[in-house]
């Protein structure tokens, strides 16, 4: 019995118009090839499984194909064959990662100035060229600078930083792209067409979506998801071979952010974590659907009716402010970054999500009473930890001693502490506060700011601010995370999120974005101070 040969190896394409996904590439060496204006040395980059390998190989039947050089290699001449088969004499592959040194380049260059066996052109592909010692790229530039007409090389890489500008410059560049989901998508569905292999469309979606631009890494979780479904692809199968999350948990989670529902918004978050569902994928996944639905409100044509929960995403559309689209899918963002350092994934998917919450704008604060707002719970709502608004700046005088005053962050900037008692103060929260007694406690974590010295500093402040003594305590536990350090964390951060959402909605940056497939360096970007 035969053995049964993945796909990926499979369906190789064996020539340019089997290709997918890399059109600019294929067009610029087809003209190439027809108008035999040929180059000695060839460079193609791009991240793994893009097809760099593939359209070296096809490259070199072009070039050898017994038909002559051409485009169009017949596939069916001993050449093509044994291209094929990875048999072809004058076909050499040589993988850069595992021959480093400068004794096997020269070697391979020596053998380079012999006329090849029987074919028009000796080959050389060199995989991951990057890897090499700066002593094999020496040796290899000077062939490269005076290249034997016979010789052809191919040299593709993942990492085209770490070349040389000395051996770059002597190279014809093709920068291979990450082909597109849909491409792949279809792709993937043309092959089990012809395996005779059932699917559904939203399972290749998934697949094509975890491959991440690379088909090679499709055609791999195809074979996987072809044996995990026993011989049939189905969305439920794919998402549990991939531990994708349910897409169900992340379209109630904004749907109740659209209603200001904190506590469904935490509900759901226990179900994810009560069924063990990965918190990373979350909100990676929450990232896309985000955009989809950004997509949904700005161009509703790139979003197609046979989209999976199409009728969702656009119901999300219209319920969502496009500006708290763009807001939320930042926060996803920051969020997953900074899952590695919240205290565990759950409190950090949930911080995340609390985030979202409170950065939303209050226009809809009048409207949480009526019949459509969510259902008054017994346990408190997550809504009322939205940031405070800030009282007006205000002096109590010394006579109005029983006035309460309800904000101690603002009490705190105007005591004008310096140095470990200003961070004492503002490490506080307020339990108890009025013109006669302020009680404040302080986190575990900062318990060591404590000492006797610091709290006189910030006792002697209190009582020349009220121009009498002031009853100060303080005590060491649990604060619900409205001291003044944090309220300014917030601050910045929402600052921060808003502008990097106004660079990105700029029309300039978005242009700048699409014609010239520029990146936008979000660290550099700071609000401005006003």
């Not at 020539?15 to 003209?31: D, I, K, P, Y």
């Not at 044994?82 to 048999?87: K, R, Y």
């Not at 000796?122 to 010789?151: G, Q």
Request: net charge negative; with cysteine.
């Amino acid at each position: 019995m035969s053995q049964t040969q993945v796909l990926a190896r499979k369906w190789r394409p064996r020539n340019f118009s089997e290709l997918t996904g890399q059109e600019h590439v294929v067009r610029a060496l087809t003209n190439a090839l027809e108008q035999n204006r040929l180059h000695h040395a060839y460079l193609l980059t791009g991240t793994r499984g893009v097809g760099k390998t593939t359209i070296a190989r096809i490259l070199a039947k072009s070039l050898n194909c017994e038909t002559g050089v051409t485009a169009t290699p017949c596939g069916t001449c001993a050449a093509c064959l044994q291209i094929d088969a990875g048999s072809f004499i004058d076909l050499i592959e040589l993988d850069a990662a595992s021959n480093t040194q400068v004794d096997n380049m020269r070697e391979l260059l020596e053998n380079a100035l012999y006329a090849p066996t029987g074919a028009r052109y000796k080959i050389y592909i060199i995989d991951e060229v990057h890897m090499l010692s700066k002593s094999a790229f020496n040796a290899m530039l000077k062939t490269l600078e005076e290249p034997p007409a016979h010789v052809k090389f191919v040299l593709a890489t993942t990492d085209p930083q770490k070349i040389p500008i000395t051996v770059l410059s002597r190279c014809l560049q093709f920068n291979l792209k990450q082909i597109p989901q849909t491409q792949i998508a279809g792709h993937l569905k043309h092959i089990l067409a012809q395996e005779n292999i059932p699917c559904d469309t939203p399972s290749l979606q998934l697949v094509a979506r975890a491959a991440q631009g690379s088909m090679r890494d499709a055609l791999s979780l195809l074979d996987q998801a072809i044996a995990f479904g026993e011989g049939k692809i189905e969305e439920a199968g794919v998402r549990d071979m991939l531990g994708i999350i349910d897409q169900g948990y992340l379209f109630d989670l904004l749907e109740a952010l659209a209603r200001r529902d904190g506590v469904k918004l935490l509900s759901l978050a226990d179900e994810m974590e009560a069924q063990c569902l990965p918190f990373d994928s979350a909100l990676q996944d929450l990232a896309a659907l985000l955009h989809r639905i950004a997509l949904a409100q700005t161009v509703p044509q790139a979003i197609s009716e046979d989209t999976p929960e199409y009728a969702r995403i656009v119901a999300l559309a219209k319920s969502l402010a496009p500006d708290d689209v763009q807001l939320f899918y930042q926060i996803a963002l920051h969020g997953r970054r900074d899952l590695s350092l919240a205290p565990d994934e759950y409190a950090g998917f949930t911080m995340t999500l609390l985030r979202m919450l409170t950065f939303m704008p209050d226009d809809l604060a009048t409207n949480r009473q009526s019949p459509q707002a969510a259902p008054v719970s017994s346990k408190p709502s997550v809504i009322a930890e939205k940031k405070p608004q800030a009282a007006p700046e205000q002096t109590i005088p010394p006579e109005n001693t029983t006035a309460p005053l309800l904000d101690w962050p603002q009490l705190s900037q105007q005591l004008k502490l310096t140095g470990m008692a200003k961070m004492l103060a503002h490490h506080s929260e307020a339990k108890i506060i009025t013109g006669e007694k302020i009680e404040l406690c302080v986190p575990d974590v900062h318990k060591h700011l404590l000492e006797k010295k610091y709290q006189d500093k910030i006792q002697a402040a209190l009582n020349s601010y009220f121009g009498k003594p002031i009853t100060l305590n303080f005590s060491v536990g649990s604060i619900t995370g409205l001291t003044p350090v944090a309220l300014q964390q917030r601050e910045e951060e929402e600052k921060q999120t808003n502008a990097i959402a106004a660079i990105e909605r700029d029309p300039i940056v978005q242009e700048l974005i699409e014609q010239f497939d520029a990146k936008l360096i979000v660290p550099s970007i700071k609000p401005i101070e006003k």
